[in-house]
């Protein structure tokens, strides 16, 4: 844990700075506006700076010769005009431990800590659901629609098993991963309701991977009051692991394929220059997590 001591500092430097803004934003893991794993169609005002801890343990319904647990730091600013687009950069610091008793008396580092991938991405809105979002229209749209591009960079840590919070990247490869989302949400006064679909791209030299996957989500969102709303959360990534061979090794597993799912729910408080986020998914699958619990504090620093 001594390595998260430069994360804790540089996050103490990006929120500090008392500048006059105000935090309404829900952000994602990596910065963008969302929940955790899912988006909103929706973009930033302003610019935000957001850090956070996650602890997910794996041990009930997992697959075998995997049991342990992951401690992730993830960092990230975003920035947008709150109409057309938003851009953010992120990347997370980890540390996982692989507790099972196969690895017993055996001479394998099981434990491993090192910064992940660093994600770039962006949103560009291309429907607005009303006029008063986009006044130079004649009417609204109906819906809010966004595209969503994004690329995961290697920072030459993939071959120690860490790379992107989203699972995404299973290899050792350092080859970039690319993906686009689209990103649909209607709102109804209190009730926002969003879709994604996407693809991610990564080419790989592994006959045992998949080069291109999908990714699903969708996610509620309901104003409970000003300062706080809840959300609910389902997320399913499709996996890039196709390794067939149970004679190959002990710790072979016929769920490895299985898609990485997942349900969560969350609370966002948001007041002044600040918003803090307090979530808890559950895993659904043999590759997901048990459960996992992330809390997350985001600043404005400037609009």
């Keep these: 844990m001594k390595r998260s001591i430069p994360t804790l500092l540089l996050l103490i430097a990006c929120l ?12 994602a893991f990596y910065g963008l506006k969302g929940y955790l794993f899912s988006f909103s169609p929706l973009v930033v005002d302003g610019g935000h700076a957001q850090a956070g801890i996650m602890f997910s343990p794996y041990k009930d319904n997992s697959l075998n010769c995997r049991e342990g647990h992951i401690w992730a730091a993830p960092i990230s600013f975003v920035m947008g005009d709150g109409d057309w687009w938003e851009a953010g950069i992120a990347t997370h610091w980890e540390f996982y431990e692989n507790t099972d008793a196969y690895f ?41 629609l966004s595209l969503m591009p994004y690329v995961l960079l290697p920072t030459g840590e993939r071959d120690r098993g860490i790379a992107d919070l989203y699972r995404f990247v ?10 686009l989302n689209l990103l649909l949400g209607r709102r109804f006064d209190q009730l926002v309701l969003n879709l994604n679909i996407g ?18 989500a969708l996610a509620a969102e309901y104003q409970v009051k000003e300062t706080l709303t809840a959300y609910l959360e389902f997320v399913d990534i499709e996996n890039k ?5 149970a004679d190959c090794s002990p710790c072979y597993d016929p769920d490895a394929g299985d898609d ?18 307090l979530h808890l998914g559950i895993g659904l699958t043999d590759t997901s997590p048990d459960w996992r619990v992330v809390a997350l504090v985001n600043r404005n620093l400037f609009r």
């Design 16 to 27: 500090a700075p008392a500048i006059s803004a105000r935090a309404d934003e829900n952000l």
């Design 104 to 144: 017993d008396g055996q001479d394998v580092d099981t434990s491993r800590s090192a910064m992940g991938d660093i994600f770039i991405g962006g949103k560009i809105r291309l429907l607005g659901q009303d006029q008063d979002q986009f006044p130079d229209q004649d009417r609204g749209q109906g819906i809010d």
């Design 170 to 179: 299973q290899t050792d490869e350092d080859h970039p991963a690319w993906g």
């Design 199 to 216: 693809l991610n791209y990564m080419e790989t030299d592994d006959p045992d991977k998949d080069e291109m996957v999908r990714f699903v």
């Design 241 to 245: 692991d196709e390794f067939n061979c």
């Design 260 to 277: 990485i799912r997942e349900i969560g729910v969350g609370m966002d408080w948001l007041k002044n220059f600040w918003g803090f986020k």
